[in-house]
């Protein structure tokens, strides 16, 4: 009274094969389950059960120990539940081993439905890569699972309609068409429209073509919002490989189900200053990725700075530093990969009005410093560009013209881009905002007039190492704009000119 059958889980975003181990003895009814916190055993006994018995299969009346293995791989959430019945029928003799190894993935409801879960592309990868061809799982999830190739998906909507086709009764249903991708043709902002502020739209251009991050100040209505949105439209197009990594996370925090196609465009993620250090980290019983993940290989927009949480944005230090995110919970560690580009703005003072011509701000120095104070310098530390944003004047507020299209924009940052992919080929860094110490040393060498430069605006400036450092790959970046292979003063100097605020 042995069975063995196979599942999934997922631990962070990667997915893992779990071997069910099903015995029956004939001693006093029970039920237990090794290798899942006691919580998630409770729930999936309950739902395993209820299952069974509203599919017309008994439970069995004996004793029945499963084994999950193994171990040391964290299970949590109700991805197993279809495995578990599939496993306990066959051990009951109610149901005959396939031939061929399955991997069950699926939540059971109670009346014995198949629910759809989190994480089925992942876990489907897993599976595959694991020699498992056949897959059974919820026909919600199949859209997502029809995404990897060299798998055979069977969607099911029941325990019973896929106990029917695992035991030859009944045709598998075929997996739903997929629709095609909608939002290829969403309308996204435009640089166009935005009138004026040319050195923002430069900074921005410079930020985008080399993933760096930046800080926009300026007085309510100058425009910081409005110039944020349209960094989406300027931002390289995402490579297989990137889309396939940022699909995976959103299949985890289970955003893949209303438009289950892969994921194209690179995401821009604009959370409210109220969220909580959770929602911007992730976590949470049954992980799940947060904001920052959600923002992976693309842009995380932070709009009005100070306003948010400060222990909030402390959690930002890791993924600014590391590309990803380690969550503790239960004594086990997530990860998650989180490396995105940080936009941010923020006024000059609470009132606004402090850096503008012609209003007269009212704030103390007091109220000014510590509204400042929210962003501490550690964070500070990791913005590359800070961008002064005015107020739009007269001329500019009435002027009809067109400013230049996005379209225009984003082909010197996919040039851009082209240099740095070839340039980083084998390093294991895609652009210059994430070069190492190493890869500053042997890509960013001004020449001497440039160097002298930065010595002065190191001493002016009372720069940091980190500052210095990140001056330099700033510089790389507006060289690679301009198409050249050494680093000349002005791209230092324009480098430069992006730490000169005076606001921090
Ligand atoms: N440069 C501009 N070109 C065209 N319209 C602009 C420009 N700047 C501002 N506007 C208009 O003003 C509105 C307010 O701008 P926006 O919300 O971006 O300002 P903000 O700097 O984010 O202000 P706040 O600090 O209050 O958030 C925009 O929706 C837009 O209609
Ligand atoms: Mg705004
Ligand atoms: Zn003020």
Redesign the pocket.
């Known amino acids: 009274m042995f069975a063995r059958v196979y599942g999934c889980t997922i631990a962070g975003v990667e997915g893992k094969m779990v071997d069910v181990e099903v015995f029956l003895s004939s001693q006093l009814p029970s039920f237990d389950i090794v290798g899942l916190p006691d919580t998630a055993v409770k729930e999936a006994r309950d739902r395993v059960r209820a299952a069974l018995k509203n599919s017309s299969f008994r439970f069995p009346p004996q004793r029945v120990v499963v084994n999950l293995a193994p171990a040391d791989v964290k299970k949590e959430g109700p991805q197993l539940d279809l495995a578990l019945a599939m496993g306990i029928l066959q051990a009951d003799g109610k149901l005959a081993a396939p031939t061929a190894p399955w991997a069950f993935i699926g939540e059971l409801a109670l009346d014995g439905a198949l629910r759809p879960v989190r994480g089925v592309l992942a876990m489907v990868l897993a599976a595959r890569d694991a020699g498992y061809r056949n897959i059974m799982l919820p026909l919600a999830n199949a859209e997502e699972a029809s995404l990897v190739t060299g798998v055979h998906v069977v969607p099911a909507t029941s325990l019973k309609e896929a106990v029917a086709v695992i035991s030859g009764e009944q045709p598998p249903t075929a997996v739903p068409r997929r629709k095609r991708q909608q939002r290829k043709n969403e309308q996204k902002a435009d640089f166009k429209?935005?009138?004026?502020?040319e050195s923002a739209k430069r900074a921005l251009e410079v930020a985008a073509a080399g993933g760096h991050n930046v800080l926009?100040i300026?007085?309510?209505?100058?425009?910081?919002?409005?110039?944020?949105?349209c960094v989406p439209s300027i931002l390289p197009p995402m490579t297989e490989e990137e889309s396939l990594e940022t699909t995976k996370i959103y299949s985890a925090a289970g955003l893949l189900v209303e438009n289950s196609g892969l994921i194209s465009e690179r995401p821009f993620r604009s959370p409210h200053h109220s969220l909580t250090p959770a929602a911007l980290c992730g976590g949470g019983r049954n992980p799940r990725p947060g904001e920052v993940s959600l923002a992976h290989n693309g842009a995380l927009f932070l709009?009005?700075l100070p306003e948010f949480r400060r222990e909030t944005l402390e959690v930002l230090r890791q993924p600014l530093e590391e590309g990803f995110i380690t969550v503790t919970r239960l004594q086990a560690a997530y990860t998650y990969p989180s490396r995105f580009m940080l936009l941010a703005?923020?006024?000059p003072c609470p009132c606004?009005m402090l850096s503008d011509a012609e209003k007269e701000c009212v704030c103390s120095a007091g109220q000014i410093y510590s509204y400042r104070r929210k962003i501490s310098g550690p964070l500070l530390d990791r913005i590359d560009l800070f961008v002064e944003?005015t107020?739009?004047r007269y001329d500019?507020?009435a002027g009809t013209g067109q400013?230049e299209p996005s379209s225009a924009i984003a082909a010197r940052v996919g040039k851009a881009r082209s240099l740095q992919a070839a340039r980083f080929a084998g390093h294991g860094i895609k652009c210059n905002a994430e070069m190492l110490p190493r890869h500053i040393q042997q890509f960013c060498k001004p020449d001497a007039a440039g160097r002298d430069l930065l010595r002065q605006a190191f001493s002016r400036l009372h720069l940091s190492a980190r500052a210095y450092d990140r001056i330099l790959k700033v510089a790389r970046t507006i060289a690679d704009l301009d198409g050249e292979e050494d680093i000349r003063t002005k791209h230092i100097a324009e480098a430069i000119s992006y730490r000169q605020t005076e606001f921090f």
């Not at 429209?193 to 502020?197: I, M, P």
């Not at 300026?218 to 949105?229: F, Q, V």
């Open positions: 429209n935005v009138k004026g502020q926009m300026g007085p309510p209505g100058s425009g910081k919002t409005m110039l944020a949105r709009d009005e703005s923020m006024n606004g944003v107020r739009l500019e507020v400013g």
